[in-house]
């Protein structure tokens, strides 16, 4: 990690810093936390902040935000803007919790950094050496798949839709990918994997002999005083108040934040379906170490403190530096950069996405849980560090449909504000230009809507009477299980079994085609094709990523 002398103007940038009252000189902010909590608006080079927040608020329509922004080993702002849920009036604050989603993936690579260290296992390692069973479609990448392959988005494989809409444990997600076939080169290309990840987690269960959960909170929360953080949704809810799978729903129906076990936790929100709605958390445990943790802004930045300070945090060395560093280092240059990130920088390290910013090493990354879109920052040579939390705008399949599109405008408009003042770089309207790239991107997909419906068959009704296209399906490649279809309230519905998997009303469109309404989050709005048989019954569908026969 760089010196204190490589951080240009340090002097005064502290100086700038101490003046504002912004740093607690002499005390971790441990201490400090709940008179930064009750602060007045920041002054020097932050001044300005809670406004550009609250504003940020205001023109994403999202209910609420957590911000917190590290400097060297010291927490220089954190704050709640906005409420915890649409409704209530509670503010959010540093200490609210909320889902960070695909953040988690550092913690799961700084738990096998701790293992390296250690020397209960290698990053070179074959996967096979500490999962015998583990198999890929490919043998020869099955024997070589490495633990570094698996979190650095090199590995060619392309996850599949299971875990997300049905209710299996991770055994059964990682047993499953031997059915699907690479679509991209080992170890030249860039296929973003959740499942990699998984695999990374059950690596980290068999060297440790823990759960990747219990893992994580011993070795990293602990020692990091991450006191209000969690491996799951469940470590704050029962079981019933929490969708199951990704793209479920909650058992209990509607939920809110009574009925939480912790007071102060956020509410996630969609606001796909006009005004803003409340939606339940989401387990990912089936995938735990690719994206459910839960955490706040407070306990977040110790991370970030550990990460800007060689591994180290409150005179304790957590990680080694060289494992920092490792961390930090680009893996795969098949990830590119976006702009305002300068060109050709783009990369990926472990657990990070690497580029530059103005010319010096930005480390981030993002988290997609639904209705909980998170991002954190790292800028190491500069010692400072930034983490956005929200409980809004959340994407959809929509989105993705449209080619590059950035799901993190609010936290970049945030973040960057941040950066250019601590960094004294010219002003740059993030705000307008984000909010120019969103509203850009939302008549996209109104022209794609309507392209779609101006295409759609009129008077081409379905082929069959609705009880026809009913029953159990299964999936020819093996990849999701089997689902059924029925008619209930004169509508077709798709469910995968057990009480909150993914389930979906078919609404009919043209023909044997009819479009996926889901019960729960609009994230899939797809659509269903059936084929019929030369016996007039249908043989099969397509739907959610998989081709499923009729079987009964």
Same mark, same amino acid.
């Given at each position: 990690?760089?010196?204190?002398?490589?951080?240009?103007?340090?002097?005064?940038?502290?100086? *700038?810093?101490?003046?504002?009252?912004? =740093? =607690?000189?002499?005390?971790?902010?441990?201490?400090?936390?709940?008179?930064?909590?009750?602060?007045?608006?920041?002054?020097?080079?932050?001044?300005?902040?809670?406004?550009?927040?609250?504003?940020?608020?205001?023109?994403?329509?999202?209910?609420?935000?957590?911000?917190?922004?590290?400097?060297? *080993?010291?927490?220089?702002?954190?704050?709640?803007?906005?409420?915890?849920?649409?409704?209530?009036?509670?503010?959010?604050?540093?200490?609210?919790?909320?889902?960070?989603?695909?953040?988690?993936?550092?913690?799961?690579?700084?738990?096998?950094?701790?293992?390296?260290?250690?020397?209960?296992?290698?990053?070179?390692?074959?996967?096979?050496?500490?999962?015998?069973?583990?198999?890929?479609? *490919?043998?020869?990448?099955?024997?070589?798949?490495?633990?570094?392959?698996?979190?650095?988005?090199?590995?060619?494989?392309?996850?599949?839709?299971?875990?997300?809409?049905?209710?299996?444990?991770?055994?059964?997600?990682?047993?499953?990918?031997?059915?699907?076939?690479?679509?991209?080169?080992?170890?030249?290309?860039?296929?973003?994997?959740?499942?990699?990840?998984?695999?990374?987690?059950?690596?980290?269960?068999?060297?440790?002999?823990?759960?990747?959960?219990?893992?994580?909170?011993?070795?990293?929360?602990?020692?990091?005083?991450?006191?209000?953080?969690?491996?799951?949704?469940?470590?704050?809810?029962?079981?019933?108040?929490?969708?199951?799978?990704?793209?479920?729903?909650?058992?209990?129906?509607?939920?809110?934040?009574?009925?939480?076990?912790?007071?102060?936790?956020?509410?996630?929100?969609?606001?796909?379906?006009?005004?803003?709605?409340?939606?339940?958390?989401?387990?990912?445990?089936?995938?735990?170490?690719?994206?459910?943790?839960?955490?706040?802004?407070?306990?977040?930045?110790?991370?970030?403190?550990?990460?800007?300070?060689?591994?180290?945090?409150?005179?304790?060395?957590?990680?080694?530096?060289?494992?920092?560093?490792?961390?930090?280092?680009?893996?795969?240059?098949?990830?590119?950069?976006?702009?305002?990130?300068?060109?050709?920088?783009?990369?990926?390290?472990?657990?990070?996405?690497?580029?530059?910013?103005?010319?010096?090493?930005?480390?981030?990354?993002?988290?997609?849980?639904?209705?909980?879109?998170?991002? =954190?920052?790292?800028?190491?040579?500069?010692?400072?560090?930034?983490?956005?939390?929200?409980?809004?705008?959340?994407?959809?399949?929509?989105?993705?449909?449209?080619?590059?599109?950035?799901?993190?405008?609010?936290?970049?408009?945030?973040?960057?504000?941040?950066?250019?003042?601590?960094?004294?770089?010219?002003?740059?309207?993030?705000?307008?230009?984000?909010?120019?790239?969103?509203?850009?991107?939302?008549?996209?997909?109104?022209?794609?809507?309507?392209?779609?419906?101006?295409?759609?068959?009129?008077?081409?009704?379905?082929?069959?009477?609705?009880?026809?296209?009913?029953?159990?399906?299964?999936?020819?490649?093996?990849?999701?299980?089997?689902?059924?279809?029925?008619?209930?309230?004169?509508?077709?519905?798709?469910?995968?079994?057990?009480?909150?998997?993914?389930?979906?009303?078919?609404?009919?469109?043209?023909?044997?085609?009819?479009?996926?309404?889901?019960?729960?989050?609009?994230?899939?709005?797809?659509?269903?094709?059936?084929?019929?048989?030369?016996?007039?019954?249908?043989?099969?569908?397509?739907?959610?990523?998989?081709?499923?026969?009729?079987?009964?």
């Amino acid at each position: 990690m760089p010196s204190t002398t490589d951080v240009p103007n340090r002097r005064a940038f502290i100086r *700038d810093l101490t003046g504002a009252g912004l =740093v =607690v000189a002499g005390a971790p902010f441990g201490v400090a936390r709940p008179r930064l909590a009750k602060a007045s608006a920041p002054q020097g080079p932050l001044d300005g902040l809670d406004r550009y927040i609250e504003q940020a608020l205001t023109d994403w329509k999202i209910p609420g935000a957590a911000v917190a922004v590290v400097h060297g *080993d010291r927490i220089i702002y954190a704050k709640g803007h906005g409420v915890k849920e649409i409704g209530d009036p509670d503010k959010v604050d540093e200490n609210t919790l909320f889902q960070i989603g695909s953040t988690t993936k550092a913690f799961t690579t700084g738990a096998l950094g701790i293992l390296v260290e250690e020397k209960r296992l290698r990053w070179d390692d074959p996967v096979i050496t500490y999962l015998p069973d583990f198999q890929l479609h *490919d043998p020869w990448i099955t024997r070589m798949l490495t633990i570094r392959d698996t979190v650095t988005h090199r590995s060619g494989f392309l996850d599949y839709s299971g875990p997300a809409l049905e209710i299996i444990d991770a055994a059964e997600a990682l047993r499953r990918m031997r059915y699907r076939s690479l679509p991209g080169a080992f170890r030249d290309s860039y296929n973003y994997s959740n499942l990699m990840f998984g695999v990374a987690g059950t690596v980290i269960e068999r060297a440790s002999g823990m759960t990747w959960g219990a893992f994580v909170k011993a070795r990293l929360f602990e020692p990091l005083a991450m006191r209000r953080s969690g491996t799951s949704p469940y470590d704050f809810w029962d079981t019933k108040y929490v969708s199951p799978t990704f793209l479920g729903t909650a058992p209990a129906g509607a939920v809110g934040r009574q009925d939480s076990r912790d007071p102060n936790v956020a509410m996630p929100h969609t606001l796909q379906d006009g005004p803003a709605r409340v939606i339940p958390w989401q387990s990912y445990d089936n995938l735990a170490a690719a994206g459910s943790i839960v955490s706040s802004v407070a306990d977040l930045s110790n991370w970030l403190i550990l990460h800007l300070n060689g591994g180290g945090f409150q005179g304790r060395q957590v990680l080694k530096a060289d494992t920092i560093s490792d961390l930090h280092s680009p893996q795969n240059l098949r990830d590119p950069s976006r702009y305002p990130f300068d060109e050709g920088s783009g990369s990926y390290a472990s657990g990070w996405r690497r580029q530059t910013y103005r010319g010096e090493t930005n480390l981030s990354h993002g988290g997609g849980i639904l209705g909980f879109p998170a991002h =954190v920052f790292i800028m190491p040579h500069r010692k400072v560090g930034v983490v956005v939390l929200a409980n809004g705008r959340t994407p959809t399949t929509d989105d993705y449909e449209i080619p590059n599109f950035d799901h993190y405008l609010f936290h970049k408009t945030i973040a960057l504000w941040i950066f250019d003042r601590l960094m004294a770089a010219p002003p740059t309207d993030w705000r307008r230009h984000y909010l120019k790239q969103l509203s850009d991107h939302e008549k996209r997909l109104q022209e794609r809507e309507a392209s779609l419906r101006a295409s759609r068959l009129q008077d081409a009704g379905p082929t069959l009477d609705l009880t026809r296209y009913t029953g159990e399906y299964e999936d020819r490649s093996r990849l999701l299980g089997r689902m059924r279809i029925s008619v209930e309230n004169r509508r077709l519905v798709l469910r995968f079994p057990g009480d909150g998997a993914y389930s979906a009303y078919l609404d009919h469109w043209h023909r044997d085609v009819f479009r996926l309404e889901s019960l729960g989050v609009r994230f899939r709005r797809g659509f269903v094709d059936f084929a019929i048989g030369p016996n007039g019954e249908v043989a099969s569908l397509n739907a959610l990523g998989g081709d499923y026969r009729h079987i009964a």
